[in-house]
């Protein structure tokens, strides 16, 4: 079976100070990994993905997540916030031979205090 | 490029009417589409896969009489909720996926629904 937890439904945050996101998953096999960002009333935008290749993945907007297998883990990190952060925060596991279904996390509302 | 678009972005039906909504994916051929239905702060839940030219695959729970999926072309998968009532009312999004290697999926901007 397959699932992904994400360990806290909202965090907060000051300007300027870093961001964690957490994410567990559970998969069989090797799956790949993805962290998408929804603004209010906008579509999701893909931040990273992971797909065996190297287990540090940067993405866009300064965002970068590593992958952990001994620890199931793909935490969601960013040095620096920035107003323009705040939004949810999915992660999701696309195990092997599923014909690339996607299953999501619960999300993580990030919120940035100015 | 890898651009989905939805129409309409915005609906509103009278309960136990029909309403189709379209998933394009605008630069790109896609073999699969998947249609997810979000509720409000929540996740996505995926409801089925579609592949160009073959019936969708449906997940457990989701009556496939009453959201009708069709994958006529490469670019354009349509959802139609048919007779729909009040529960049905959600945001529906929907995916594209190239095929091949690839294994992202490029996301529409969703469908809110209201029916009332």
Same mark, same amino acid.
């Given at each position: 079976?397959?699932?992904?937890?994400?360990?806290?439904?909202?965090?907060?945050?000051?300007?300027?100070?870093?961001?964690?996101?957490?994410?567990?998953?559970?998969?069989?096999?090797?799956?790949?990994?993805?962290?998408?960002?929804?603004?209010?009333?906008?579509?999701?935008?893909?931040?990273?993905?992971?797909?065996?290749?190297?287990?540090?993945?940067?993405?866009?907007?300064?965002?970068?997540?590593?992958?952990?297998?001994?620890?199931?883990?793909?935490?969601?990190?960013?040095?620096?916030?920035?107003?323009?952060?705040?939004?949810?925060?999915?992660?999701?596991?696309?195990?092997?031979?599923?014909?690339?279904?996607?299953?999501?996390?619960?999300?993580?509302?990030?919120?940035?205090?100015? | 490029?890898?651009?989905?678009?939805?129409?309409?972005?915005?609906?509103?039906?009278?309960?136990?009417?029909?309403?189709?909504?379209?998933?394009?994916?605008?630069?790109?051929?896609?073999?699969?589409?998947?249609?997810?239905?979000?509720?409000?702060?929540?996740?996505?839940?995926?409801?089925?896969? +579609?592949?160009?030219?073959?019936?969708?695959? &449906? #997940? /457990?729970?989701?009556?496939?009489?009453?959201? @009708?999926?069709?994958?006529?072309?490469?670019?354009?998968?349509?959802?139609?909720?048919?007779?729909?009532?009040?529960?049905?009312?959600?945001?529906?999004?929907? +995916?594209?996926?190239?095929?091949?290697?690839? &294994? #992202? /999926?490029?996301?529409?901007?969703?469908?809110? @629904?209201?029916?009332?």
């Amino acid at each position: 079976a397959q699932s992904v937890t994400q360990l806290d439904s909202h965090v907060s945050v000051s300007e300027g100070t870093p961001v964690l996101l957490r994410c567990n998953y559970s998969s069989s096999y090797s799956p790949s990994l993805f962290w998408y960002v929804q603004h209010p009333n906008k579509g999701l935008q893909l931040l990273l993905k992971y797909t065996s290749a190297a287990t540090l993945v940067k993405g866009i907007n300064g965002f970068e997540a590593e992958f952990k297998k001994s620890e199931t883990s793909f935490h969601l990190t960013k040095p620096s916030a920035h107003m323009s952060d705040a939004a949810e925060y999915f992660c999701v596991v696309s195990p092997p031979n599923t014909g690339n279904q996607f299953y999501f996390g619960t999300g993580t509302s990030l919120t940035v205090i100015p | 490029g890898a651009v989905v678009s939805q129409h309409p972005s915005w609906v509103i039906c009278k309960s136990g009417t029909s309403v189709k909504i379209e998933c394009r994916s605008l630069d790109f051929q896609a073999t699969t589409m998947f249609w997810y239905r979000q509720f409000p702060k929540q996740s996505l839940m995926l409801m089925a896969t +579609s592949n160009e030219g073959s019936k969708a695959t &449906y #997940e /457990q729970g989701v009556e496939k009489d009453k959201f @009708l999926i069709n994958h006529a072309s490469l670019t354009l998968s349509t959802l139609t909720v048919t007779s729909a009532h009040p529960e049905d009312s959600s945001f529906y999004i929907c +995916s594209a996926r190239v095929g091949g290697y690839s &294994y #992202e /999926q490029y996301f529409g901007p969703g469908t809110r @629904l209201t029916v009332t």
